[in-house]
């Protein structure tokens, strides 16, 4: 078997044992790591459906989606006045967010929020548009990232530079022997 296939076969090798081990990860998505709205309360008249980047929260830079809707028709809600209260585990909160229209639906509502803390975090939602106003709660535990997902990167990604680095010497290795070899026939 030729150095090359040889080193091809280990670079799949690899490649396929990496995707096997980040695709068990409970932080790896499904949906391109962007957001579900998967939470859904009753505020009032409206009916509030919250989702998260990351999903779920960990400690750090979290945002939070938010879709404001009338309960009966499922129309979502345009211009209301949406205020995001995180309050986290013992004295860790953050000041009230006002939440704005998403950059990407102007239909959702859009907070960024910094979760300090590990523990859980409860964010109080409070909504005031046409029909009156709302509040309601949405508890999550958010967690510390664990850094094993990006050691096995950061290792598949030396391994598979390290493979590939062998392998192009080895190309230009037999290279240079097939020209020395032609040069001494002629």
Known sequence: MSTWLKNALAIFTLATLGFLALSNLDSASGHGGGFQLTRREIAGPYELVLGTIPDPLVVGEAILILSVANPDTGARVLNADVTITPTGPGEASASSLIAGPDS???????ARAELDAEGRWVFTIDVSAHAGTG?????YDVKKLSP????????ALLAFLTILGLSIRAFIKDRTKG????????
């Not at 509040?135 to 508890?139: D, G, I």
């Not at 997902?149 to 950061?154: C, K, N, S, V, W």
Request: avoid cysteine; charge should be positive; hydrophobic fraction near 45%.
């Open 148 to 155: 094993i997902a990006g050691l096995i990167t950061l290792a």
């Open 104 to 110: 990407y639906d102007p239909t959702l509502y859009e």
């Open 179 to 186: 020209n020395r070899a032609r040069r001494r026939k002629a």
């Open 135 to 139: 509040s309601a709660s949405f508890a």
